[in-house]
């Protein structure tokens, strides 16, 4: 138990390290590439931010343990949606831009409705997995021209408030040169978090059943909380630097991304496919449904997420997981 201790300290601490990294090097790179921090923020920084989700999602699939694939990615989601976006407005009130509004948390609404369409007959399989993947690589394709079409219209007009100077202007080989250092603190920065991420949900797994919670139960809540705080992290430093942008894309996009990639690869990778809990099928994704219009509604109210919706949106949450551990004991 004390061995468990030591990874969930250790693995605090490479997340927040991870986090610094991450939202430091995709900054610059919105720079360098005259694109959106949101666009960033949509893409890199949740790529980055989801791959403990793809991670343990893969290999809980492989290995057949399907209720914690799909509670990893049913609890990641919700943590997402009501948490990260919700404290990430505590820390500062949340400015939303327009583009979230109108194409990206819609598109996470239909996501989600998705993953229940597919769950509905009780299995997502190789078949609905390569679908996903497809609406995958649409979702790149217009958030990337969306992307251009908002970058600054010079790098003197985006100054990088992680960094606290702007980029200088530079021949292309400097450029290069300046990219591939924010691309390795950017890497660097996914590592800590990715290994982070592995300590603490292994300190938190041995606690979850040393006390006797089901595997559908750790998914959806141990697991879920721990390979989701790399995009909680994420998103409150990139809030505190200024760089909400990122902070809102992270969330919004981790959501999208855990059911199109995560959800995707591990329905392709398992070799029966993934079997949904009927009490997931009917209980969480419905609910993670309801969320997902929630947070789009919050968005769009004002263009702008208060202190006090977020709030009720982590209450929210500390609601729902109440209901499952009370459901559970």
Not at 73 to 99: E, K
Not at 113 to 123: E, P, R, S
Request: charged share 10%.
């Amino acid at each position: 138990m004390l061995f468990a201790v030591g990874q969930l300290v250790a693995g605090a601490l490479l997340l927040l390290l991870g986090g610094e990294g991450v939202v430091r090097g995709a900054s610059r790179l919105a720079i360098l590439a005259r694109l959106s921090p949101l666009f960033i923020g949509l893409t890199v920084v949740s790529l980055g931010t989801s791959a403990p989700e793809m991670a343990v999602s893969v290999a809980t699939a492989m290995q057949g343990q399907a209720d914690i694939t799909i509670g990893n990615v049913v609890g990641s989601n919700l943590f997402n949606m009501l948490v990260i976006v919700g404290f990430s407005a505590i820390v500062a009130t949340l400015p939303v831009d327009r583009q979230i509004t109108s194409f990206d948390a819609p598109f996470m609404v239909a996501t989600c409705i998705a993953m229940g369409v597919l769950g509905y007959d009780g299995q997502i399989d190789k078949v609905d997995g390569v679908g996903l993947l497809v609406a995958l690589l649409v979702y790149f394709g217009i958030s990337y021209k969306l992307g251009k079409r908002k970058a600054p219209e010079s790098i003197e007009d985006f100054v990088d408030d992680v960094a606290g100077e702007p980029m200088p202007e530079a021949s292309w080989g400097r450029t290069v040169g300046a990219a591939s250092l924010q691309l390795l603190i950017l890497a660097l920065g996914v590592g800590g978090l990715i290994l982070g991420c592995e300590w603490f949900v292994a300190g938190s797994v041995t606690f979850a059943r040393f006390f006797g919670l089901s595997e559908a139960v750790i998914g959806l809540t141990i697991v879920s909380v721990g390979t989701s705080l790399p995009e909680l992290v994420t998103s409150v430093a990139a809030t505190l630097k200024g760089e909400r942008g990122i902070a809102i894309g992270n969330a919004v996009g981790s959501t999208i991304l855990n059911i199109l990639a995560v959800l995707g690869v591990s329905a392709v990778v398992s070799p029966v496919g993934l079997n949904v809990l009927r009490s997931i099928e009917v209980f969480d994704i419905p609910v993670m449904i309801g969320a997902a219009i929630v947070t789009w509604i919050v968005l769009r109210t004002h263009q702008r997420v208060t202190r006090v919706e977020g709030v009720v949106m982590v209450l929210l949450y500390v609601g729902y997981v109440s209901y499952l551990l009370l459901d559970a004991a």
